[in-house]
């Protein structure tokens, strides 16, 4: 008795565009009252600053707008005031500002690099980064993901109780 199958596998290869080296997003919701000495009623207002690291991932424009957008909303802010979208005519990112909030891309190891915005605070506004978005990772020009095929096809004869495969070919394939 002989039987001839195909066998196919598909996998997929996640290369992250967001690691410890691009995933910082550093926002103000406005200004706090800072008292100077504790013995006095003198206070000052003063900037406050959050900074959000983004968990390694392969995000796209929107997954790291809506994650921006949860972290914000989760620290009690508005999460209206800032909106990260995507021009789809030119793909460049665009960031919206409303109110008292600012959005530093200054900090070490910004998201800027992916965004494509300049290393600078940007205030209330609306602003078009300077280059098409990098969502594909730096790494050697690799894609977001790949996918790698595997083929065999597998010979099997079987005589009495007993069985013999044989792979006949093996394919492994970039996709």
């Not at 949860?70 to 109110?99: F, M, P, Q, W, Y």
């Not at 993901?145 to 065999?152: A, F, K, L, Q």
Request: proline letters at 2%.
């Amino acid at each position: 008795m002989r039987w001839l199958w195909s066998i196919s596998r598909r996998i997929i290869i996640i290369i992250p565009n967001l690691s410890d080296e691009n995933n910082v997003f550093r926002y103000s919701p406005g200004f706090v009252e800072v008292s100077r000495r504790s013995d006095e009623d003198d206070s000052t207002r003063q900037r406050q600053w959050v900074e959000v690291q983004i968990p390694e991932g392969s995000y796209d424009l929107i997954d790291i707008a809506e994650t921006i957008k949860i972290v914000i909303k989760r620290n009690g802010h508005n999460d209206e005031s800032i909106k990260i979208t995507a021009n789809t005519n030119t793909l460049k990112s665009v960031l919206e500002i409303k109110g008292d909030f600012q959005v530093d891309f200054r900090a070490r190891n910004s998201i800027s690099s992916v965004l494509r915005f300049q290393n600078q605070v940007y205030e209330e506004g609306i602003y078009e980064s300077d280059s098409v978005v990098n969502i594909l990772s730096d790494l050697i020009n690799k894609f977001n993901s790949r996918e790698c095929g595997c083929d065999w096809l597998v010979l099997c004869e079987w005589e009495n109780a007993k069985h013999n495969l044989q792979f006949l070919s093996k394919c492994f394939t970039w996709i």
